[in-house]
């Protein structure tokens, strides 16, 4: 099981990223991907998740209106398109895969796969 991101780096504030986190080694129709974040003395704390099968998404608070998250089943990649980034968005950015729990809302949970995590900085 792979989860390989790409796509962080460093923005002023008011810039735009995409990361992209391209998944191999489980069927990808069966999991929820999604994007965490952890800043320095802080915990990790879920940004956006989607389920790839329906596209139902979940989005933080402190991101919705400003990150857009979508999947491309066909290269098995999910996409986080981060705008208007500000100087508290800088973190280590984690891509994860959960086994969907058809029962439950679609959410950032436990997950069951980690990728390695891009870091983001936003200037001010």
């Known amino acids: 099981v792979q989860l390989v991101e790409s796509g962080g780096g460093l ?3 008011g810039g735009s990223l995409r990361l992209s986190c391209t998944a191999s080694g489980f069927i990808f129709d069966e999991y929820t991907i999604g994007w965490f974040r952890q800043a320095p003395g802080k915990e990790r704390e879920g940004v956006s998740c989607i389920n790839s099968i ?3 998404t979940y989005y933080a608070d402190s991101v919705k209106g400003r990150f857009t998250i979508s ?3 066909s290269k098995q990649t999910v996409y986080l ?3 208007n980034l500000k100087p508290e968005d800088t973190a ?3 891509c994860g895969a959960e086994y969907i729990i058809r029962t439950r809302t679609v959410g950032c949970y436990d997950m069951n796969f980690w990728g390695k995590g891009p870091p983001v900085t936003v200037s001010s």
């Open 11 to 13: 923005v002023q504030a």
């Open 54 to 56: 329906d596209d139902k």
């Open 71 to 73: 999947s491309d089943n």
């Open 81 to 83: 398109q981060m705008n």
């Open 92 to 94: 280590v950015y984690y």
